[in-house]
């Protein structure tokens, strides 16, 4: 499938600012579950320097700098893009077959940054009750947790702010798209999964072109290599799916993140329009 995708993100500034360094992971993902076939991006001011990098998570990231003072920072991006996923359980489990999971030595040394979390025992308990709803059964465990979340935790419109932690989110008993992913996270992690987190978009057939940005989470699986699981609609990802990066933390998968100084304060509107498209543009 073809998607083109308008993407608009606006900084508004009380008072002029400095601009410091920006990082800007806006451009999709290249990999087996998609394909980038155009990419355009437009900053508004115009940088004083940029630099394409790819960031400790792999993900192509653009820096960027500026001088003198701006009330505005314009970001638009523009891309076609082709998801390749139709069926999201296209492979042969190859790890062991019960919970809690454990990868092999290589594996596991390699996931470490995946894997490493101090889980609160309430989100543990969470874990181990959809352990024993599937049985202790590895395979089964993601698809599981992403039916859990969606009925338990309805979502909430959030536009601004960072993801709760894990915990808050339990107690609150719901959250936006990121809080589940940073929830779904947290549980496969303390059943030995390595888990990440994913900035996108997701369409949805019918919906009109209008669009925000969404977030979901990954899990490594033997044989497979990462998976998507959205809890916000309680399925595994697929071909309506496309992510923009990934990290262990989501901090590191934002898709905009700098700094400013100045006695100003910040507002922070975004625009998003999805189109599918027969084919390429």
């Known amino acids: 499938m073809y998607f083109e ?5 606006r900084y508004t ?82 790890g062991p077959a019960t919970l809690p999971l454990n990868y092999s030595a290589a594996f596991s040394e390699a996931l470490g940054a995946f894997r490493a979390s101090l889980v609160p025992q309430p989100v543990r308990d969470l874990g181990d009750e ?4 599937v ?16 009925r338990r935790f309805p979502r909430v419109i959030r536009q601004h702010g960072n993801p709760w932690d894990a915990a808050v989110t339990l107690e609150r008993g719901e959250g936006s798209c990121r809080d589940l992913a940073v929830l779904y ?33 990954e899990i490594y699986v033997p044989g497979g290599g990462w998976r998507g699981f959205d809890p916000t609609i309680g399925l595994a990802v697929a071909d309506r799916h496309i992510a923009i990066a990934a990290g262990a933390l989501a901090e590191q998968a934002a898709p905009v ?5 100045g006695n100003a304060t910040s507002k ?3 625009y998003v329009t999805i189109s599918e498209v027969p084919s390429l543009v």
């Open 5 to 9: 995708i308008q993407h608009e993100t």
């Open 13 to 94: 500034y009380s008072e002029p600012v400095h601009l410091g360094r920006q990082t800007l992971r806006l451009r999709p993902i290249s990999d087996a579950n998609q394909h980038l076939h155009r990419f355009e991006i437009k900053v508004t001011p115009e940088p004083e320097g940029t630099s394409a990098l790819s960031d400790l998570d792999g993900n192509y990231a653009t820096a960027v700098w500026f001088d003198g003072t701006t009330q505005v920072l314009l970001i638009e991006t523009s891309s076609v893009v082709e998801t390749l996923r139709a069926n999201p359980f296209d492979y042969l489990w190859q």
């Open 130 to 133: 959809v352990a024993r709803i």
């Open 135 to 150: 049985d202790g059964d590895a395979q089964a465990f993601g698809l599981e947790l992403t039916r859990v979340l969606h």
């Open 185 to 217: 996270m947290a549980a496969a992690r303390s059943q030995g999964f390595a888990a990440r987190f994913v900035s996108g978009y997701n369409t949805v057939p019918g919906e009109n072109e209008e669009h925000d940005l969404h977030a979901w989470a």
């Open 257 to 261: 993140s700098g700094t400013y100084g």
């Open 268 to 270: 922070l509107d975004t």
